[in-house]
């Protein structure tokens, strides 16, 4: 007696030596692999349909024309994401990697749920170290235009007195310890806190920002 598994039957039958039982045992086979496919298929399109956030709710903001009355101003970019200043008081993170767009059998513009949880969590913690007072205010996701497509922004409040890096007569080690105390001591693990993601206010303080690989 041969193997009874689907591939082994139709290849004897299509020699012409088929064994007793081939042609009954070919059909439960191939009604079972019908049911593996079909439900291997309807798995398939649930992972898709979860793996895509709508983000038609959010606010689209268009970064540079009329909107803003001149051009924005790029003062910042790292791996993940591209600051800017909108205004004397505002200014946004276009986060790079996470791309809005139409795509096929999904409506209205979507964003992957991986960069949409992300931006969500940043957003959440450094609101979170805002209100201990050792980071800048977050405004919340939108969807920004630039360059002819779309991306997650993070609005927030924009401080003029510069980051840390650019401040070569500062000791990095004077503002890193004190911030880093500060946000251990409500429980948050920044992981990226370096002289560019530190940035002074008018009045001389200095706060935290960039809370995109922080964790509680």
């Known amino acids: 007696m041969g193997c009874d598994c689907i591939k082994c039957v139709r290849r004897r039958i299509e020699e012409n030596r088929p064994e007793a039982g081939d042609l009954a045992n070919l059909a439960d086979l191939e009604r079972r692999e019908a049911e593996v496919l079909a439900r291997e298929e309807e798995a398939r399109a649930k992972r898709e349909r979860e793996r895509w956030v709508n983000v038609d709710r959010l606010r689209v903001m268009t970064l540079r024309g009329s909107k803003w009355g001149r051009s924005s101003e790029r003062l910042k970019a790292g791996a993940y994401g591209s600051y800017f200043r909108l205004n004397k ?5 276009i986060l790079r990697a996470a791309c809005v767009k139409e795509r096929p059998g999904r409506p209205g513009l979507t964003v992957d749920r991986y960069e949409w949880t992300r931006a969500t969590n940043e957003v959440a913690m450094q609101n979170f170290a805002h209100s201990q007072g050792v980071a800048v205010r977050c405004g919340g996701v939108v969807v920004v235009r630039w360059k002819k497509y779309l991306y997650l922004g993070l609005l927030m409040k924009h401080l ?6 650019d401040q070569s007569e500062i000791a990095w080690n004077s503002v890193q310890n004190p911030l880093n105390r500060a946000l251990m001591r409500v429980g948050l693990y920044h992981r990226d806190l370096h002289e560019f993601n530190v940035v002074r206010s008018h009045r001389g303080r200095w706060y935290a920002i960039d809370f995109g ?4």
């Open 160 to 165: 003029d007195g510069g980051c840390l890096g």
């Open 213 to 216: 690989n922080s964790s509680y």
């Open 89 to 93: 008081r505002q200014g946004i993170k």
